[in-house]
Nanobody, 124 residues
C-alpha cells in the first residue's frame, strides 16, 4: 500500500512558477513509476508528466513540454513537479499517482494509488 500526499499548490499570476511536491509512504516507492495528472472543472483528468521507476524515462503532455519538469528523489520518497511559465489554462487540481508496473505510462487507469490533489490557480 502506498499513500501519497501532495503539497505546493496555490494562486499564481500568469508567467509565474510553482513547485508541487508529493510525499509517498511505503518501502517500495523506488520500484514505482510516478506520474502527475490534472483535472480542470468540467473536464476529464489528463496526464501531465511521468517518470519511470529508475528515472531513465520521462514523458510529458505536449502543452507542458519545456515548461514543466518532473523529478524524483527515491531516497526521500518524494516526487516533484516544477512548473514554470504558468498559463491560465494550467489551472486545475493536480494529482500525484503511483504505477506499480514501474513504467510511467500516460493513462490514468494504469495507476494504482492516488493522492488527494492540490489546487493550482493561474490568474491572467
Amino acid at each position: 500500500q502506498v499513500q501519497l500526499v501532495e503539497s505546493g499548490g496555490g494562486l499564481v499570476q500568469a508567467g509565474g512558477s510553482l513547485r508541487l511536491s508529493c510525499a509517498a509512504s511505503g518501502r517500495t516507492f523506488s520500484s514505482y513509476a510516478m506520474g502527475w495528472f490534472r483535472q480542470a472543472p468540467g473536464k476529464e483528468r489528463e496526464f501531465v508528466a511521468a517518470k519511470n521507476w529508475s528515472g531513465s524515462s520521462t514523458s510529458y503532455l505536449d502543452s507542458v513540454k519545456g515548461r514543466f519538469t518532473i523529478s524524483r528523489d527515491n531516497a526521500k520518497n518524494m516526487v516533484f513537479l516544477q512548473m514554470n511559465s504558468l498559463k491560465p489554462e494550467d489551472t486545475a487540481v493536480y494529482y500525484c499517482a503511483a504505477d506499480r508496473s514501474g513504467q510511467g505510462r500516460v493513462r490514468a487507469e494504469f495507476y494504482d494509488y492516488w493522492g488527494q490533489g492540490t489546487q493550482v490557480t493561474v490568474s491572467s
